[in-house]
């Protein structure tokens, strides 16, 4: 059973900062690119930053780049996502995936785990 446990969320200033952990249960994590995601309240879930499994490959969305960094330790199984200069707008639910190749989408999800940023 493949479990993907976020961690890491919860309540912060603007200009704060937070980071999230995901630890997945995935027997080759290191073929897997492993993204992270957020969804609003009212909005549909958006892409936020992914990383392939050497690590050294990563993707951003624009209101990510130069604030957030998104990383892995493979010898953890773990995907972490380092968020500075909060906004409120970055209130969300994020959640991590696991993209395995070839397949056309992220395969697994995790439950998620609320940020909110206060003003």
């Known amino acids: 059973q493949v479990q993907l446990v976020e961690s890491g969320g919860g309540l912060v200033q603007a200009g704060g900062s937070l980071r999230l952990s995901c630890a997945a249960s995935?027997?080759?994590?290191?073929?897997?690119?492993m993204a992270w995601f957020r969804q609003a309240p009212g909005k549909e879930r958006e892409f936020v930053a992914s990383?392939?499994?050497?690590?050294?490959?990563?993707n951003y969305a624009d209101s990510a780049k130069g604030r957030f960094t998104i990383s892995r330790d493979n010898a953890k199984n773990t995907v972490y996502l380092q968020m500075n200069s909060l906004k409120p707008e970055d209130t969300a639910v994020y959640y991590c995936?696991?993209?395995?190749?070839?397949?056309?989408?992220?395969?697994?999800w995790g439950r998620g785990t609320q940020v909110t940023v206060s003003s």
């Open positions: 990383v392939r499994g050497s690590g050294s490959n990563t």
């Open positions: 995935l027997r080759t994590f290191t073929t897997y690119t």
């Open positions: 995936a696991a993209d395995y190749p070839w397949t056309g989408g992220y395969d697994y």
